[in-house]
């Protein structure tokens, strides 16, 4: 059985997976009587990772060496394509801005809440054609999709995006929609450590926002609240900043980076190792 099964515990406990099921600590449902007075902000039925504060503390960026040329590619075509975004986008050039930030997260969710979801519909099809279990995958695959969708319905509390940005994300899933589609039908394997690469890739965003928050390169977040969805969602308490926000955010990407080198690594027909005992 490949390493990383064997290794599976242990990676759950590093990067603080722990249910919603599991917080019905006194100290939640006191936040959350709080915002349930507020409409808008909902109590997201979905499993989903909530995190202490010396959890978000310990993620620690990594990257997974490539091992055959599946990998080679996966781990090129990531470096290609935040290369052209980041000289396309103008995020790597000038003053590091809220705007510069705000615009790369919020288009960035909106591409990685499409592989989740993809994979999770192609192994639903597949166990319907083949009529046999699916072993587990769907569930985790669906919730990482769900997971993306909440990190961008965050980022629009910061920023409304305009008509031009908002075409581009149509264009942009429309395209990689597809491709990751029919990828997905021919290697599994390569698009789970694409994926994996490219949270790796996310990682290193986050990381270095939090790192322009704390010297000063982002005076506006500094002491700026949170979103109440944010709030909410990760029980971050009522006194919680974006920079709280954002090692929530960047703990759930070091969630999916780790479980899709998971994925990359171990047979289609392997139970899921993340599922809950």
Known sequence: MPHLIKFAPAIKQAIGIRWSSQLASEASKSNMQHFKKNENIWENPIYHPVYSKDEVLQVKKTHVETKDLSDQLAYLSVKLARFSFD????????????SKVL???IFLETVAGVPGFTAGILRHLRSLRRMERDYGWIHTLLEEAENERMHLLTFIKLKQPGLLFRFCVVATQGIFMNGFFLAYLLSPKFCHRFVGYLEEEAVKTYTDIIAAIDDGRLPEWKDQPAPEIAVSYWRLGENATLRDMFLAVRADEANHRDVNHTFATIKPQQKNPFLQE
Do not use: I, P, Q, V
């Open 87 to 98: 000289t396309l986008s103008g995020y790597r050039f000038g003053k590091l801005t809220t």
């Open 103 to 105: 615009n790369r997260a």
